[in-house]
């Protein structure tokens, strides 16, 4: 079983800064690719960012290009997200996954992932 815990979530001013954590555990995700997603009200979930845990390649969705970076941390197995110069249109329930290794979805594609955490919610106000 493997379980996703987020944290770090909250309320922000536009223009300032979180980070979000992911903490892992129940199985080696050496092999795997975790993935952050997000989903505002009445909005369809969409992909944030990714990274292989083992080889540390990184993608991006476009809208947080030059923002945002993901990184990890193997030994915590935790998965954190850096978040600077936030916009109003950045608020979302945060969600970090763990794609199914043998999926063929696209990497931004929420239906490759296996394993959800619960979600953090991310406010920035204007």
């Known amino acids: 079983q493997v379980q996703l815990v987020e944290s770090g979530g909250g309320l922000v001013q536009a223009g300032g800064s979180l980070r979000l954590s992911c903490a892992a555990s129940?199985?080696?995700?050496?092999?795997?690719?975790m993935g952050w997603f997000r989903q505002a009200p009445g909005k369809e979930r969409e992909f944030v960012a990714a990274?292989?845990?083992?080889?540390?390649?990184?993608y991006y969705a476009d809208s947080v290009k030059g923002r945002f970076t993901i990184s990890r941390d193997n030994a915590k197995n935790t998965v954190y997200l850096q978040m600077n110069s936030l916009k109003p249109e950045d608020t979302a329930v945060y969600y970090c996954?763990?794609?199914?290794?043998?999926?063929?979805?696209?990497?931004?594609?929420?239906?490759?992932?296996?394993?959800w955490g619960q979600g953090t919610q991310v406010t920035v106000s204007s």
């Open positions: 129940g199985r080696t995700f050496s092999s795997s690719v």
């Open positions: 996954a763990r794609r199914d290794p043998p999926s063929r979805d696209p990497l931004t594609r929420g239906s490759g992932y296996d394993y």
């Open positions: 990274i292989n845990w083992s080889a540390g390649s990184t």
